[in-house]
């Protein structure tokens, strides 16, 4: 068995083990994503559980007043942010400030990964929802927005794994980038739509995580569809894990369901380039 088979299986033996330690996600941010799903959210109540983290009130108004966000004032309180913005936009960058969290390690190969996976996450969601948007789908930019965070989410599970095996020698291999990358890209799908359903996710969001790979797919679902044109074209710019610049975007089958013109790729490699995710 070669060093890659052992330690995908390894990995994936402990997965599937009682002994695995999923990441939690924020009780915060799923309470408030619960919350704008009903007829009718309580604005104050999701503003109360904002406000009530001065930390996360802070990183909330940062991220309002990013480039991506930003409007011609600035943003200085919740409520301000919840009116101008919306309460669906809000509750993406909560999602957004406290999921960025969980992407960090204290083994320097594993961080240096997550921050790269970190970019890509946000890259496409930045993507899906100037998709969405270009597509006049108001309704569903936060959640494309939101599908697009949480795709590879499946990576991050298994960066966690390795770490925690790492930390108490369970591992009969060096880790490096090469057993991580086969790892990632053997795993994340599956057990990325099995972490998602362990936080109780609704099931659209759930197969996105499962099904952005796919070769043949639902062209009828459009989130699935933007999704995965907007990974393959972070993927192409290089924003994230790695960079194939010989994608061409417009001869996609995702380009042709989403009746994009080659100035609308332009338009959106462009777009996606510009945005600093940094300043997310």
Not at 64 to 81: D, E, H, M, P, W
Not at 101 to 113: A, E, G
Not at 161 to 175: G, T
Not at 253 to 260: F, I, Q, T, W
């Amino acid at each position: 068995m070669s060093g890659k088979d052992s330690f995908v299986q390894i990995v994936k033996s402990y997965l599937t083990s009682d002994k695995v330690k999923l990441p939690v996600f924020s009780t915060i941010a799923l309470n408030i994503k619960n919350e704008i799903t009903k007829e009718e959210p309580d604005v104050r109540l999701v503003e109360k559980l904002i406000t009530h983290d001065q930390a996360l009130t802070s990183e909330v108004l940062k991220v309002s007043n990013s480039s991506f966000y930003k409007g011609l004032q600035q943003i200085t309180t919740v409520r301000n942010a919840i009116v101008r913005l919306g309460i669906n936009e809000v509750s993406n960058i909560v999602t957004l400030v406290t999921h960025k969290n969980l992407f960090y390690s204290n083994n320097q190969l594993l961080n240096n990964i997550m921050q790269n996976l970190w970019r890509h996450s946000v890259g496409c969601a930045i993507g899906s929802h100037w998709l969405a948007r270009h597509r006049d789908m108001q309704g569903a930019m936060h959640e494309s927005f939101f599908a697009g965070l949480l795709h590879d989410v499946g990576k991050l599970l298994i960066l966690k794994v390795a770490e925690e095996l790492k930390k108490h020698n369970r591992l009969s291999v060096q880790i490096s980038d090469a057993l991580l990358n086969e790892a990632m890209n053997t795993l994340h799908t599956d057990f990325g739509y099995s972490l998602m359903k362990h936080w109780s996710f609704p099931e659209k969001y759930c197969e996105i995580a499962r099904k952005h790979h796919s070769i043949e797919f639902d062209t009828k679902n459009l989130l699935l569809t933007m999704v995965r044109l907007a990974d393959m074209a972070c993927n192409k710019l290089g924003i994230g894990l790695k960079t194939d610049s010989s994608i061409v975007l417009l001869a996609t089958k995702e380009a042709s369901v989403l009746r994009l013109s080659e100035i609308d790729m332009a338009n959106f490699e462009i777009y996606l380039e510009d945005t600093s995710v940094a300043n997310l």
